[in-house]
Every structure is written in C-alpha cells, then in structure tokens.
C-alpha cells in the first residue's frame, strides 16, 4: 500500500510515538484522523501535519468506552470518505508489584483497578479500534492495514503484571487478526519497541537513563522516528502480515 493519499487513524495521536508516525505519514502524503484524550495537544499536532499538504482532523475519545469507539470511527469514515489504515498506538502503564511483602507481613498489593485500567485501554482499546477499523475496511472493498503497537514487556517484565499481559495480547491479536482479515485484503502486524526516548524518558534521572542504555546493545535509546519509519515500512510491504517487529535495540534475549 502506498501511503500518499491513504488515510490512517492513529490511536495516541496526539503525542509521541503517535505524533512521530503521523508526522512521517503527512510527509509521505497521507493524511490523518488522529485519536487521543488530550484536545489542545490534538489540535497543535493535526495543524501540524496540515502545514505539510495534508488532510488531518482530531477526535477525542476514549477507546476504551464501545460507544465512543463506534461514533468515532464512524465520523472518521464520513470525514475522510474511506479509511486505509489504522495504527493501535494508545497506551497506559500504571506498574506496580502484583505484591508487597515485608517481614512477613502484607504491605500493599496491585489493585484491581491499576489491572483493569492498563487492560482496559491498551487491550479493550486495541479491540474495539481494531474491530470498526476492520468492519469499515472490509466493507469498502479496498482492503488495508492494521498496526499493533505491543511491547518489548510482552514477554513479562518485574513490576508490569498489568502492561505486560496487555502487550502480550495484543500482539497475538496480531496473528489471528491477520488470518481472519486476509480474505478482505486487510493485512495485520505490530511493532514491539523496546525503550524509545519520548517526553517520559526525557523526566527520568540521567543515571537510570544510563542503566538502561547500557542494557541495550545498540547502547542507546530508540528514537520515535526510527519506530515511525517501521511503520511506514509495514504499510509499504504488501507481503508483510501476521508478524512482530522487534523494534528494541536487540534488548529483548
């Protein structure tokens, strides 16, 4: 697929990993329906990608709630007249250990609602974006791609009970998502990044940054563009379906 003239929804639009794809999509050409909670950040990353030639519009909403799912993605098809691609970018971690043990005794345990709440939006999202983006896809006949964003943590990681079972999940949605869709033209795969160097690593204190980069082999943090190019590299290869790309730095064993 080519990504001049085609039109993407990005999840998590707003900032980030989600800002750095749309802005890589709007200079390629295509144009961009971006989805997030933060309006005035919204707005500020849709004129943007308009100042490069494209077609962009924001919506706010919540992907974890079925109807505003639904709404959303059915305004995008009536703004854009079609939809080609959708990115499953919005993300939430509230880590913690799953328990808290001292001397024997109890002193704190995850929540239910610090489980639900990453669930809820990195996996129900996922699934309801992953569901209308499809159905409409489907339906116009010209097929498409979906893109999972999961994570190097699928593969478990201390303190991340919730965000790890969210990432694993999506990523294999990947796979049956691209076995059930193939008979409409629509391809499915994701993109498993490692550490990327984003406004929240930017807080961190200097010495754990350095902790981290000296476990990754590449010695260095990801930038949001290299994972923006995986992207376009997904989107641009009609054979590349069913698959994760590792996007870690070789940090992942």
């Known amino acids: 697929m080519q990504i001049k003239d085609s039109v993407f929804a990005i999840t998590g639009g707003a900032q980030g990993l989600g ?12 144009h961009v329906a971006l ?41 995008i098809k009536s703004d854009f007249g079609q939809l080609n691609g959708l990115i499953n970018n919005a993300g939430l971690m509230r880590d913690g250990m799953l328990i808290k043990v001292k001397d024997g005794q109890l002193l ?13 939006v990195n996996l129900v999202g996922s699934f309801l974006c992953g569901r ?29 009970s919730n965000y790890s079972a969210s990432k694993a999940a999506v ?8 076995r059930e869709l193939a008979r409409h033209g629509i391809r499915v795969a994701g993109i498993a990044p490692g550490v990327i160097a984003t406004d929240m690593t930017a807080q961190m204190k200097p010495e754990a940054i350095e902790r981290m980069k000296q476990a990754i082999p590449a010695g260095r943090l990801g930038d949001q ?22 996007m870690d730095g070789g940090l992942r064993v």
């Open 19 to 30: 800002r750095a794809m749309a802005m890589r999509f709007a200079r390629q050409g295509g």
């Open 35 to 75: 989805i997030d909670l933060n309006p005035e950040r919204l707005q500020a990353t849709v004129a943007e990608c308009e100042a490069l030639g494209v077609q962009a519009r924001a919506y706010v909403c919540n992907i974890s709630e079925e109807a505003q799912v639904e709404q959303t993605f059915a305004q």
């Open 108 to 120: 704190d345990k995850m929540s239910y609602e610090q489980f639900t709440s990453v669930i809820n």
């Open 132 to 160: 209308e983006a499809a159905a409409i896809m489907a339906t116009q006949g010209k097929g498409g791609v979906i893109i999972n964003i999961s994570s190097v943590s699928r593969a478990g990681n201390m303190g991340q």
């Open 171 to 178: 990523a294999t949605m990947v796979v049956t998502w691209a």
């Open 225 to 246: 563009d290299e994972l923006a190019h995986s992207a376009q590299y997904i989107i641009e290869n009609d054979y590349f379906t069913g698959r994760i790309i590792e």
